[in-house]
T-cell receptor
């Protein structure tokens, strides 16, 4: 079974600075996908970034990037130049190839201090 | 606009009543999902469907039922057999497994 662990229930960062959210996972699969989702106060789940496990290159989406360490089963999210609109719950998730189920971590609440 | 709609946003029911949550998508996605979110927790899969007239149980299917008569629609019924139905329910869809899963705005169900 796949599991996802987010060890930081809460994080805070000053506006315009950089913050890294941690995520570790456990899987016996060789082919899988990793995701970061953002859930703002509206509670809409928004896809932030997606990584295919077979790709060594770290995914990047504008100010968001990941540090994917496959051997360590680590998938951290880096947010650069933090903005007030980045304040949200962030969920790390994984899905094995061919499966239909996203397995989520418990989430990290990110606060941006002006 | 393409997307996933869920209605209503807030729903209140008395204990013992069945209630159906609506989910519609116009993204032409094959796969649709229902997730449940409890306070301070991640999402847990209730049911999923890969194609019309086919659906599979997720991790917490007990007390729930679904149908998939149309590609665009995947309603979820919360039955009186569900012991703790009060939660936030999220519908989602994806084009194919492994690709991005997109979520609707959610329905907050309160049962008293």
């Amino acid at each position: 079974a796949q599991t996802v662990t987010q060890s930081q229930p809460e994080m805070s960062v000053q506006e315009a600075e950089t913050v890294t959210l941690s995520c570790t996972y456990d899987t016996s699969e060789s082919d899988y996908y990793l995701f970061w989702y953002k859930q703002p106060p509206s509670r809409q789940m928004i896809l932030v970034i997606r990584q295919e496990a077979y790709k060594q290159q770290n995914a990047t989406e504008n100010r968001f990037s990941v540090n994917f360490q496959k051997a360590a089963k680590s998938f951290s999210l880096k947010i650069s130049d933090s903005q007030l609109g980045d304040a949200a719950m962030y969920f790390c998730a994984t899905m094995k190839q061919g499966a239909q189920k996203l397995v989520f971590g418990q989430g990290t609440r990110l606060t941006i201090n002006p | 606009d393409g997307g996933i709609t869920q209605s209503p946003k807030y729903l209140f029911r008395k204990e013992g009543q069945n209630v159906t949550l609506s989910c519609e998508q116009n993204l032409n996605h094959d796969a649709m999902y229902w997730y449940r979110q409890d306070p301070g927790q991640g999402l847990r899969l209730i049911y999923y469907s890969q194609i019309v007239n086919d659906f599979q149980k997720g991790d917490i299917a007990e007390g729930y039922s679904v149908s998939r008569e149309k590609k665009e629609s995947f309603p979820l019924t919360v039955t009186s057999a569900q012991k703790n139905p009060t939660a936030f329910y999220l519908c989602a869809s994806s084009l194919t497994p492994g690709l991005a899963v997109f979520f609707g705005p959610g329905t907050r169900l309160t049962v008293t």
